[in-house]
């Protein structure tokens, strides 16, 4: 088969901050073509819907795969998977990624025929098999596990046992100097390890992953790195190097490869308390950048969300990154009960550390015990809304006042390290990537102001609706939540 997978459109967030490779989609193409199939992939992240037709219209593909990570990015692939059917009415239209896995159902009915199936789970177990059944029988595709289509559902999704099994198509994707990650510009992504064994409220990532926690090959894994071009590299792993013991084997076969990058990931407080002595191995290495999830300043706040995690731990963890020289960006969950006076003291304690300091808004999405519990209290099911920068539960002040505290306090935090302030800390960095061309990183110091606006984020609660996400079965428990089969977890 000729086979066409496509990365939807950038989210508010990306607009500015960042704009990572499709790993997932990436890797999904690797094992299509081990597979016999012939692959394309257009990232619409730096591609437009031009570039998607133009192709359409000179291939003709026989298969079309859409990735769909964010419940945002649901309206359009929905209405490029019906338009693609009016093109290429005999072609395969399968949609796969995180937030399809728990929507299957609904994106299907959305689509009104246009989608064949929806695959939950791990694509990259399936897209083989999927692609080979598609070929002699669309009927029984929905036999498959992980597959579901208007005729049915097949069996649990596949688990993949071995995650460095198959390596990123990294070949196929384009325009690659466009993916960065603040400073590291260009920046290419690599994943060590694959789920969470912790369960936090809001996160649906133990739930996809059925509470497993796999890890890379060590040599495999620093193999895959030297094929990376790119001078930065982001580690996609949801928790880095919950266990030590593979953090130093990783450390010990990149130094012995003699491989110089910058890395930035993301990590658990905890988890850096505990194994502070495997960051300190891989700040040696190049890790520059570090992202703590802290999600709340306060003890009733961490409880909220089951961080399982104290206070004091969090603001030790802090005090070691610092420690370690280690540049640090937290994130911190505004909740819509927010009143004017706790947007002042998130501002208050934010400018007084030095840390990176982003705000996201407490947002119900499928596959979250968050969903769950407050699903019926949403005051949109505009998908388009749920972005972690719109408030989609009632706001205790008026939804105006919401989004004016919100983005003044975002524009406070940015302040501190975007525009003049950022680029006379950085003016010989910037030069230097100019000189090569690679201008993301600039360009994004003053991108602010023309993303983050409180009438923008206002009006698009005015956007008329045509796609809404359904409630919650009555009665769903946690138990429906998972994708995979809940494994054992180790911490």
């Not at 076969?253 to 890395?263: H, L, V």
């Amino acid at each position: 088969m000729d086979l066409l997978l496509v990365h939807p459109s950038p989210l508010m967030y990306s607009e500015i901050y960042l704009r990572l490779e499709p790993l997932g989609l990436e890797l999904v193409a690797e094992a299509a073509r081990r597979a016999g199939h012939v692959v394309s992939l257009l990232d619409l992240q730096v591609f437009g819907h031009w570039d998607f037709w133009r192709h359409i219209h000179k291939r003709r593909p026989d298969a079309i795969g859409f990735s769909l990570n964010y419940l945002a990015n649901v309206p359009e692939v929905v209405d490029l998977a019906r338009a693609a059917r009016l093109a290429l009415p005999r072609a395969f239209i399968f949609v796969g990624g995180h937030s399809a896995s728990f929507i299957a159902g609904e994106l299907l009915e959305h689509a009104g025929g246009a989608i064949d199936c929806v695959v939950r789970g791990e694509g990259e177990a399936i897209v083989g098999r999927l692609l080979e059944a598609a070929t002699h029988d669309r009927s029984r595709v929905h036999e498959l596990p992980g597959v579901v289509s208007l005729t049915g559902s097949g069996p649990p999704p596949l688990r993949v046992p071995n995650i460095d099994g198959v390596t990123p198509a990294r070949d196929l994707t384009r325009r690659r100097r466009k993916y960065f990650l603040g400073m590291l510009d260009p920046c290419a992504s690599i994943e060590f390890s694959r789920g969470c064994p912790w369960d936090c409220t809001f996160c649906s990532a133990w739930t996809f992953y059925g509470r497993s926690y796999r890890q890379a090959d060590p040599q495999r894994a620093a193999e895959e790195l030297t094929r990376i071009r790119e001078p930065g590299v982001f580690l996609v792993d949801d928790v880095a190097f919950i266990h030590a013991e593979q953090g130093l084997a990783l450390a010990e076969e990149i130094a012995r490869r003699g491989i110089r990058k910058q890395y930035y990931l993301e990590t658990r407080g905890d988890v850096l308390l505990r194994n502070r002595e495997v960051f300190r191995r891989w700040r040696q290495l190049g890790l520059r950048y570090l992202f703590l999830g802290l999600e709340a300043v306060d003890a009733e706040g961490l409880r909220r969300y089951r961080k399982r995690i104290g206070l004091d731990h969090n603001f030790e963890a802090l005090e070691c990154a610092r420690s370690l020289g280690l540049t640090v960006a937290v994130n911190l969950i505004a909740d819509p009960s927010w009143e004017a006076e706790r947007f002042a003291a998130v501002r208050e304690w934010a400018q007084s550390v030095p840390e990176i300091v982003h705000l996201t808004v407490n947002t119900p999405y499928p596959g979250t015990e968050t969903w769950l519990s407050e699903a019926s209290r949403c005051i949109t099911r505009d998908y388009r809304l749920f972005d972690v920068q719109h408030a989609v539960l009632p706001t205790q002040l008026p939804l105006d006042r919401f989004y004016e505290e919100l983005v003044g306090t975002q524009r406070v935090l940015a302040r501190k390290h975007l525009g003049w302030q950022a680029l006379r800390k950085t003016a010989w960095h910037a030069v230097r990537l100019g000189l090569r061309g690679q201008t993301n990183f600039l360009r994004m110091l003053w991108k602010f102001s023309r993303v983050y606006n409180a009438r923008r984020q206002l009006a698009d609660h005015e956007r008329p609706v045509t796609y809404e996400l359904g409630l919650p079965a009555a009665g769903q428990g946690v138990g429906s939540l998972y994708v995979l089969s809940p494994a054992g977890a180790r911490q």
